[in-house]
């Protein structure tokens, strides 16, 4: 079975800041997909970023950006010049791709709450 | 495009009553996803539906059990609730023929069991 480990429970930075938080998986397959989902205190999971294990070149999606050390089973969320609104929980999330019954679910890590001061 | 909806959004119920809870997906979807987010918890995975049946199950008791219709909305059924019952029920949805592999989740419903 996958397992997802977040290992910062919490984080806390100034506005502006660079911000990275940290997540480790583990798994047998050799390809799959990851995720970082936001969840701010709306409630709502927000998708912020993917990776498609296949790809070698880390995902960027404006100021957020992944780290993805396949090898080491490492998928770090990097956030740059951070902005109250990034406040939240963050989720990091493993999913195998396949049509075999049951193989579409997401697997969540613990995650780690950010707090972006002013 | 509307997103994924779920009704209601803040539920309290009493210890022993039963709960359903709606979701519907982001048209052209057909996979449905139910998690449950306990207090201080990750996201559980309870259920997945697709095109209508269930596909797989998390480890949580039979009195949790859900349907998809065909239009591809859900329900899910709590029965006999307890009080370690309280949570936040994300539902979340996926696929259709665009065969999307992440999901987009819903705002969720706020259930408090007394």
């Known amino acids: 079975a996958q397992t997802v480990t977040q290992s910062q429970p919490e984080m806390s930075v100034q506005e502006a800041e660079t911000v990275t938080l940290s997540c480790t998986y583990d798994?047998?397959?050799?390809?799959?997909?990851l995720f970082w989902y936001k969840q701010p205190p709306s409630r709502q999971m927000i998708l912020v970023i993917r990776q498609e294990a296949y790809k070698q070149q880390n995902a960027t999606e404006n100021r957020f950006s992944v780290n993805f050390q396949k090898a080491a089973k490492s998928f770090s969320l990097k956030i740059s010049d951070s902005q109250l609104g990034d406040t939240a929980m963050y989720f990091c999330a493993f999913m195998k791709p396949s049509l075999i019954q049951g193989a579409q679910k997401l697997v969540f890590g613990q995650g780690t709450r950010l707090t972006i001061n002013p | 495009e509307a997103g994924v909806t779920q009704s209601p959004t803040h539920l309290i119920k009493t210890r022993g009553q039963q709960v359903t809870l709606r979701c519907s997906p982001i048209s052209g979807h057909t996979s449905v996803y139910w998690y449950q987010q306990a207090l201080g918890l990750g996201l559980q995975f309870l259920l997945w539906y697709d095109e209508g049946e269930e596909r797989n199950r998390g480890n949580f008791p039979p009195r949790f059990s859900g349907r998809q219709f065909p239009n591809y909305s859900s329900e899910l059924n709590v029965n006999a609730l307890e009080l370690e019952d309280s949570a936040l029920y994300l539902c979340a949805s996926s696929g259709g023929r665009q065969r999307t592999n992440w999901a987009f989740f819903g705002q969720g419903t706020r259930l408090t069991v007394v």
């Open positions: 798994t047998s397959e050799n390809n799959y997909y």
